[in-house]
């Protein structure tokens, strides 16, 4: 997973705090402990670029699952074929005896 570039203006934050009220430690402190934050829960983020990259991967997965499915069934397949064919040779032949 690749972490989310994201820029946090802790200046224009402070400012902004400062502008309503709060002293310059108290904004300062804020602008920290917000910073903290979004640093912490951008890393546990996925980008787009990560579920395209997992949309990819499971595209890939089940392209290879359907083959094998297939592949294990093709015999089956035939084995039904076969068994149908029997069975209307047998139906055919009560009603058509030589």
Known sequence: MTSAAVTFDT???????KAA??????????AVVQ?????KNLDDLS???????LEIRMDARLKEL????AA????MKWGVAIA???IITLILKSFFPH
């Open 35 to 39: 910073a903290d934050v979004l640093d």
């Open 21 to 30: 009220g709060f002293d310059e430690r108290q904004a300062e402190a804020l």
């Open 84 to 86: 149908v064919g029997g």
């Open 72 to 75: 294990e069934l093709a015999p």
């Open 11 to 17: 200046l224009k934050y402070v400012k902004t705090l």
């Open 47 to 53: 980008t787009k670029y990560d579920l395209k990259e």
């Open 66 to 69: 359907e083959l094998r499915i």
